[in-house]
């Protein structure tokens, strides 16, 4: 959604924007169509508590005052420029060159770990815990200090590199919000291993099917939607593997309201990591670039996956909102 401006006599001061487009430090005047009142959020964002609360009021819309506080990052956060080249010089006002290095050497030093991992679930329908802990590993330890810059590097998606880039990034996005939530390290690194397992079953599909630009028939869309129960049977031949990446690979692609699959799960019987994954999957598939697609902007995502009524947990969508992206971790 455009700014609308709602003051026009002298500097456009006072803005309407979306509830996730707040960012701490901007001064907020009103929350518009807020279901749960607080009149402590009128004022200064300064904290995490600030944002939480907004969140939870459930408005409609905010309205800053950009004389008192921050204005909102025109450009790529907001739907309006979010070509390739746009997103390369966003990259740069985000982070700094220091960190664009870092996250790009991160995905490099991850990238044989990952391959190794596909290259086995191809060719021999198996899969290799060591390979995928060892990345994980890795991704934990960069994700620490650089999560968004990583996450955001890995959405430049190149043909051949769809696959190894999702898994990386949904794995990363499940690391950085399974901390955000207050999990422990150990949940979080099933949540890693996890997000890098969860397409498996993708790469025993047909390497066409996978390539094909452009819409699929209804019979290939039938196949493509095997791939959690190809990617689970391929993961559960691992003695002793963990629940929670059981539980992602099968059912990352199940829906809140029980319209998804493969088992039409709803609610609270969809596992959390699952629940976890669908949201992550889902945000990194829309804002990454792909040579066949223009992404979406992060403004964009957020606000397609939330009017997408029934498809997440909306309470982990919010916290994902709230933790993830209103508080800057991911851009
Ligand atoms: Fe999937």
């Known amino acids: 959604m455009p700014h609308i ?13 979306r509830l996730h ?9 009103e929350l518009e169509g807020a279901v749960v009142a607080s009149s402590r959020i009128v004022g200064s964002i300064l904290s995490r508590d600030d944002i939480d609360l907004m969140m939870n009021s459930r408005a409609m819309s905010v ?21 390739l080249v746009s997103y390369a010089s966003g990259l740069s006002s985000w982070f700094t060159t220091e960190e664009i290095r870092l996250a790009r050497e991160a995905i490099q030093d991850v990238r044989p770990c990952v391959r190794d991992l596909l290259v086995e679930a191809r060719a021999r329908g198996s899969f290799r815990l060591d390979a995928a802990d060892k990345a994980v590993e890795r991704i934990m330890l960069k994700a620490m200090t650089n999560a968004g810059a990583m996450i955001a590097v890995a959405k430049l998606k190149a043909k051949d590199e769809g696959i190894f880039l ?9 690391v950085t919000f399974g901390r955000n939530l207050g999990m422990s390290e150990q949940a979080v690194r099933l949540l890693g291993i996890g997000g890098l397992a969860h397409d498996l079953g993708k790469t025993v599909l047909p390497i066409e099917l996978l390539r094909k630009p452009g819409k699929l028939t209804a019979d290939e869309l039938q196949v493509v939607r095997t791939h959690p129960t ?9 003695d002793g593997m963990p629940k929670p990446v059981l539980d992602i690979c099968l059912h990352h692609h199940e829906k809140f309201d ?27 598939a829309l804002t990454s670039f792909r040579p066949y697609k223009r992404a979406w902007s992060q403004a964009e995502a957020i606000d397609a996956m939330t009017q ?22 991911i851009h």
């Open 5 to 17: 401006f709602l003051s026009t006599l002298g500097a456009k001061v006072r803005k309407r924007i």
């Open 21 to 29: 487009q707040v960012r701490m430090g901007m001064y907020v005047e």
């Open 63 to 83: 309205v800053i005052d950009t004389r008192k506080g921050l204005d909102v990052d025109q450009g790529a956060r907001d739907g309006v420029v979010n070509d």
């Open 166 to 174: 999702h898994s990386l990034a949904v794995s990363a996005l499940m």
């Open 230 to 238: 190809r990617g689970y049977e391929l993961v559960k031949q691992i």
């Open 258 to 284: 029980g319209t998804g699959y493969p088992h039409q799960l709803r609610g609270s019987a969809i596992p959390q990591a699952a629940r976890i994954a669908a949201i992550c999957d889902v945000y990194d």
């Open 308 to 329: 997408s009524r029934g498809h997440f947990d909306p309470d982990l969508l919010n916290a994902f909102i709230s933790k993830m992206v209103i508080n800057g971790t």
